[in-house]
């Protein structure tokens, strides 16, 4: 609990108002403009599809490197909590399920 | 997140102000690895993008309100008001009470969801790393990630961004991220011209 506070970071601190900025920049922005915008149907297509694929990358990215390593094998536990909780998610469509029971399968593992 | 390296309070106040799950989520890594300011403002527009088809859909509803209401009406979107909002707008399309009907709900889910946030930053600074929690971060993003891929060009987009990902994981910046999600994209919109294409010839031989 030492950092509690935390010291102040302007990199942090920038960096937050950079995410915040992009939670106005897609939330709030159509709204505020209110003149008819129509997409291209191409647009929205890609629209649709960016942030399952955004997800995906950033998951893979997590889920494959162990200490910086490549490891797609069964000795990389991360990746088997992770498999596990697509498993646990598919069956069950509960994200706290999904969380407790991929920690759950690393501990196992780990420990 | 606070596992990534910021401190309780700078997470604290990334949540309230950001009110983002998996762009947070996306952008902690990024932050404790110093990435370029540009690059975390952009991956966690990526991230936000599905708000942009949302409030493109749900606009027509709230243009009659001023700008700044506006404003605040689309900052509380949220997935799950989304879907409430649109399925009661199908069953009764004069309801009157919808601008009311959407704010009160969608204010109820960013109390919710800031409270479960903070408990969640606040347990995670008692917590020792050495449980590995940044993986329940991961496993987060994996049950939001599973149901936005129940649709076959959405799955292969998905594939391919997580394969090309892996595969330039070390370029610099972390764009291996960004070419995972540019080429994922790329897929996911070739198999849905495809599948398209192939229903369209089904409709007109049959």
């Given at each position: 609990m030492t950092d509690l506070l935390g010291t102040i970071d302007p990199y942090v601190w920038l960096a937050i108002l950079g995410v915040t900025a992009a939670t106005f920049i897609t939330r709030a922005s159509l709204f505020v403009l209110g003149a008819r915008v129509q997409f291209p149907p191409m647009v929205e297509a890609a629209l649709r599809f960016a942030p399952a694929c955004a997800l995906a990358a950033i998951v893979a990215a997590d889920l494959a490197f162990v200490e910086g390593q490549l490891r797609i094998d069964a000795s990389n536990h991360k990746l088997i909590a992770g498999c596990i909780g697509i498993g646990i998610f598919s069956l069950t469509r509960s994200i706290t399920g999904t969380i407790a029971g991929g920690m759950i399968a690393f501990w196992l593992l780990h420990f | 997140m606070v596992k990534s390296g910021l401190s309780t309070l700078d997470a604290t106040i990334l949540s309230l102000l950001a009110y983002a799950g998996s762009a947070q989520l996306a952008a902690m890594p990024l932050i404790a690895t110093l990435a370029p300011l540009w690059l975390v403002t952009l991956t966690a527009i990526i991230v936000n993008l599905r708000f942009v088809v949302y409030t493109a859909l749900l606009r027509p509803h709230f243009t009659h309100l001023s700008a700044g209401r506006r404003l605040w009406l689309g900052y509380i979107v949220g997935d799950i008001m989304f879907v409430r909002f649109t399925s009661l707008l199908q069953q009764e399309?004069?309801?009157?009470?919808k601008v009311a009907y959407y704010t009160g709900g969608a204010l109820a889910n960013w109390v919710i969801w800031q409270v479960s946030s903070l408990i969640g930053i606040f347990a995670a600074s008692v917590?020792?790393?050495?449980?590995?929690?940044e993986l329940a971060g991961t496993l987060a993003l994996v049950a939001l990630l599973v149901p936005l891929c129940r649709q076959w060009p959405a799955l292969a987009g998905a594939t391919a961004a997580a394969v090309v990902a892996v595969l330039a994981h070390?370029?610099?910046?972390?764009l291996g991220l960004l070419c995972g999600v540019l080429v994922g994209i790329a897929v996911a919109l070739l198999v849905d011209q495809q599948l398209r294409r192939r229903t369209g010839s089904e409709r007109a031989s049959s």
């Open positions: - | 399309p004069n309801y009157p009470h917590i020792p790393a050495s449980w590995g929690l070390s370029l610099p910046l972390r």
